[in-house]
């Protein structure tokens, strides 16, 4: 067969075109991978955004972000005891993994509370607004110390440096602002649950 | 008077029980020994008490002032002591406490001067809210947002006065369009006058027959007035649904009427605002409704705000039921009173004493058997049945699709429920978690952002620490080369050096041939000095001076004698060397 035929078999034109597509896709997606290059890992940022950002170092990893990166690593999921277990949900819901329990070794899930310098009793040490993560505490050397309770998060961080032992951890209780409707209570999936209380 | 061309989706048609309490004409009810009004009455925020304990108030005064936008104005209802400020249970569904100014009234209602702007058409509109907003007026309906922030609206075209009151046995309005016409429309035209509206459409149901009537007589015949009546359905009293009836419009979703040009009012709400501007009255009262079987005379009073209802429903002859319930507000979107001794507030628009027989309490709840009443019924057009199957789940995204936050609570589905599952309380908390989630989002990404700054602040410092210290660094080094330098100039010992040196250089040069003319300079001078000293040694001798300077002159003469010696062989020396 000549030049001319060889080209114009119904084979060779076939896979001439996906020769030429295949090149085409494949610059196409070169392109692509460059111009749409995503900084940063995505995933680390998602999992950030789950966690309750109290910086306290409970997971034993320096500040959320860190262990936001570890976890994307592949840590475990269950270190926050602030987030407690509703994070450990959320955060197996975003990687697809089963979620446990919270690990005991990090500590407990507690109320959420907020740190409370007893103003009379601070000596003006600064070693709490040192400590503080989030900069909720406000004072200088030698003058009283207080805590800004809206910025505070409730890390703990600050206790634990205080040489007079002046800070409380004070829980956060409901107030009318906060209040909410629970959901109804006792509500059995069928008749028969909420009937077998009484009969037995 | 026109009827209705639309009406909205849904909606049931409970039974009225209007007839309980509107054959009566409005009461004024008698003074409490006590009135207790809460510095927070309304959605908003909660004013600042301007009154101290112990201070005399006069009826009328302002004895709370709001701390922002949001916020009322709170007003003494009658004159007398205050004799606390303190935490005290309030009409909350939560039966928490909250900051009440107490007063202990003296009976003799004293009253500060007070006068109004009968000619309120000269004042500008900012000038007429800003009354409305010292007077403390909010939403009468039932909500209680804040009146003048809705005012202020802009680009308004149509006022919508409600006089729906669509809820069973409430009638709080119907008896003030009966009998107070004339001022509620008195107030419509001052919120026109301030919202700029081109017209006002009031709309009342039809199961009102005498208030429409006097409601017509009282209204100007104009074409912008329109008074629109409708068939008597529950929840055509919702803003919504009544702006839907009356224009056929939606307001969109998560928007406000004045997005579609619209402002709506309640009637109660117009005659407050009349009351504030042409007779100079804040909210001081209201009138309410009080009704249920467990009364024995039913009607409506107007009430001093801070009025304990136990103080009330004595005045109406109650009788103490066996399980006591006290319904705030009606059977459908009301809450059960914590306790008897709550005081009247400003969005107290009934209040509901039945006894066990008229409101059963709900049955239990059965499984959810998909029979889509509840869809039908939503006036809100949605799906209740979802919304229930994701409120019980937890599943807030889903919540957020389905549209929960349209949700008005009016409780349409939990009535039409076969099943009576009590789907609206589902809402109501899963809106509640949605809240506090997301309250807890923001205060995540707020510390995330201050423990960001910090950081940053902290990488600052250290930078600056460290370029202090390459700096200090740097001087220190500078300084030492310099004083270095300094030393090679002026350091003494050095310096003695060099004149050393230049000195031997100098005797050096001496001993070099030509240096003799010197030599014999310096023997000439030698001799010169030994011929002084002679002459000193003679003098001495002649004059008898001590044996001592006798002695050292002799030393001196015989010394310089020796050296002219000397210097004689080396001269003698250097010639014999020549």
Same mark, same amino acid.
Not at chain 2, 40 to 64: D, F, P, R, W
Not at chain 2, 271 to 277: F, G
């Given at each position: ?200 | ?363 239990? !709840?059965? &499984? ?6 509840? +869809?039908? /019924?939503?006036? @809100?057009? #949605?799906?209740? %049945? ?103 100039? !002026?350091? &003494? ?6 004149? +050393?040196? /230049?000195?031997? @250089?100098? #005797?050096?040069? %001496? ?68």
């Amino acid at each position: 067969m000549n030049m001319a035929e060889f080209f114009l078999n119904d084979l060779t034109q076939t896979v001439l075109v996906f020769l030429a597509l295949g090149g085409l896709f494949g610059l196409l997606l070169g392109y692509a991978s460059i111009r749409f290059k995503v900084e940063g890992d995505p995933i680390v940022e998602q999992i950030n955004a789950l966690l309750p950002q109290t910086q306290c170092g409970q997971c034993s990893h320096p500040g959320c972000r860190p262990y936001a990166e570890a976890i994307a690593q592949g840590e475990a999921i269950n270190k926050c005891p602030p987030g407690g277990e509703d994070t450990i949900h959320r955060l197996a819901d975003l990687l697809g993994v089963d979620p446990q329990p919270l690990d005991g070794e990090h500590g407990i899930e507690k109320p959420k509370t907020v740190a409370f310098i007893r103003e009379a009793e601070c000596i003006g040490c600064t070693k709490c607004i040192q400590a503080c993560p989030v900069d909720a505490i406000l004072g200088a050397a030698k003058l009283m110390h207080t805590v800004i309770a809206q910025e505070c998060t409730g890390c703990d961080l600050c206790v634990e440096p205080c040489p007079v032992d002046c800070i409380d951890m004070i829980e956060v209780t409901t107030n009318i602002k906060t209040w909410g409707w629970e959901a109804p209570q006792n509500d059995g999936i069928i008749a028969t649950d909420r009937m077998s209380g009484k009969a037995a | 008077m026109n009827s209705a061309e639309y009406t909205f989706h849904g909606g049931i048609r409970p039974v009225e029980h209007k007839e309980d309490s509107n054959t009566t004409p409005i009461e004024m009810a008698p003074i409490p020994p006590m009135l207790v009004l809460p510095l927070q009455q309304h959605i908003g925020s909660a004013a600042q008490a301007c009154v101290n304990t112990g201070e005399y108030v006069y009826k009328g005064q302002l004895i709370a002032q709001a701390a922002d936008a949001n916020g009322a104005n709170v007003h003494a209802s009658s004159s007398g002591h205050v004799v606390a400020i303190e935490p005290r249970l309030i009409a909350h569904p939560s039966g928490m406490q909250d900051t009440c100014v107490v007063i202990e009234t003296d009976g003799l209602d004293a009253a500060i001067d007070a006068s109004g702007y009968p000619n309120w058409q000269n004042l500008d509109r900012t000038e007429l809210c800003n009354i409305v907003r010292w007077s403390g007026i909010v939403g009468l309906g039932g909500a209680g947002f804040p009146t003048d922030r809705k005012l202020n609206a802009k680009n308004i075209k149509t006022l919508v006065i409600n006089g729906t009151e669509c809820e069973p046995y409430i009638t709080a309005d119907d008896l003030c369009m009966r009998e107070r016409a004339e001022a509620i429309i008195r107030g419509c035209e001052i919120l026109k006058h301030i919202v700029g509206a081109d017209s006002v459409i009031v709309g009342i149901e039809d199961n009102k027959p005498e208030a429409i009537e006097s409601m017509g007589k009282a209204m100007p015949s104009s074409p912008d007035w329109k008074l629109v009546t409708f068939p008597t359905k529950y929840p055509s009293g919702g803003e919504k649904q009544l702006i839907e009836i009356l224009t056929g419009r939606q307001v969109p979703r998560g928007g406000l009427p004045a997005d579609i040009g619209i402002v709506c009012q309640n009637v109660g709400t117009a005659l407050a605002v009349k009351e504030a501007i042409e007779d100079g009255k804040p909210l001081i009262s209201r009138i309410t409704t009080f009704t249920g079987q467990a009364l024995s005379r039913r009607g409506n009073l107007e009430v001093r705000l801070g009025t304990p209802v136990s103080y009330l429903l004595d005045y109406m002859g109650y009788t103490e039921q066996k399980v006591p319930r006290l319904i705030m507000g009606g059977p459908m979107m009301g809450f059960i009173l914590p306790d008897a001794g709550v005081p009247i507030v400003k969005t107290t628009n009934c209040i509901l004493a039945p006894d066990s027989a008229e409101l059963p309490l709900p049955k239990p !709840a059965q &499984p959810c058997i998909r029979c889509g009443f509840c +869809a039908e /019924a939503c006036p @809100a057009t #949605l799906l209740p %049945q979802q919304l229930f199957w994701h409120s019980k789940s937890g599943n807030s995204d889903q919540l957020e699709k389905h549209a929960l936050s349209d949700c008005i609570e009016c409780g349409v589905c939990s009535y039409v429920c076969p099943s009576s599952i009590p789907l609206v309380q589902y809402f109501r908390a899963a809106k509640h978690e949605i809240r506090t989630h997301r309250a807890q989002q923001l205060q995540a990404e707020k510390a995330l952002e201050r423990f960001e700054a910090r950081q940053q602040r902290l990488e600052r410092e250290a930078l600056e620490r460290e370029a202090t210290r390459a700096a200090r660094k740097a001087a220190a080094k500078a300084k030492a080369e310099e004083s270095s330098r300094f030393a090679d100039e !002026a350091d &003494p010992v050095q310096a003695a050096i060099e004149r +050393a040196k /230049a000195k031997k @250089a100098r #005797l050096i040069q %001496q001993n070099q041939p030509g240096a003799q003319q010197n030599a014999e300079t310096a023997l000439q001078n030698l001799k010169a000095k030994l011929a002084s000293q002679q002459s000193s040694l003679q003098q001495a001798e002649v004059d008898g001076k001590g044996d001592k300077i006798i002695t050292a002159l002799h030393a001196s003469v015989s010394r310089l004698e020796q050296q002219i010696a000397e210097s004689n062989t080396e001269a003698s020396s250097q010639d014999a060397e020549k």
